[in-house]
């Protein structure tokens, strides 16, 4: 009976850490839809921050809290970017735009994936998987 309690009590931890992971990242940042990101893009001129993520994504999860959650990585994003979030489960059709890209590069598709990229969707600079923060914020600049 006692390791059902604890089995209980870990699973309960470990999603309350995922629901925080999560929500920490979204208060530092004022994520977009696709279609908003594009839109705002085109009348401000800034490019297009895109993270293309899964909520089911262990490195998703430590990127969002150990990086993007940095007041110095979400203050560049904010200030640079149009900053647009994608969860790959939900809207397919973003996905497959960007699934097209590594499958011509001879690549997989992943999720983490961070896309810089102008109004028009072109892209400028493309990375997937965990990126340490100082990587990424060279990665942005």
């Not at 990585?73 to 904010?78: C, E, L």
């Not at 109004?119 to 965990?130: H, L, P, T, W």
């Amino acid at each position: 009976m006692e390791m059902r309690k604890l089995a209980g009590l870990m699973i309960a931890s470990g999603l309350i850490l995922l629901f925080i992971s999560f929500s920490t990242e979204s208060q530092n940042i004022d994520w977009k839809t696709y279609g908003e990101g594009i839109q705002l893009s085109k009348s401000t001129g800034k490019p297009v921050f895109l993270y293309l993520y899964s909520e089911t994504c262990s490195v998703c999860r430590l990127m969002s809290s150990q990086v993007l959650s940095d007041s110095t990585v979400s203050a560049k994003i904010d200030q640079e970017f149009i900053p647009v979030r994608v969860d790959v489960n939900a809207d397919t059709d973003v996905v497959r735009k960007f699934i097209f890209v590594f499958k011509e590069k001879g690549e997989d598709f992943v999720v983490p994936t961070f896309v810089i990229m102008d109004s028009d969707e072109n892209i400028i600079r493309i990375k997937s998987g965990y990126i340490p923060k100082e990587d990424f914020l060279i990665f942005i600049s």
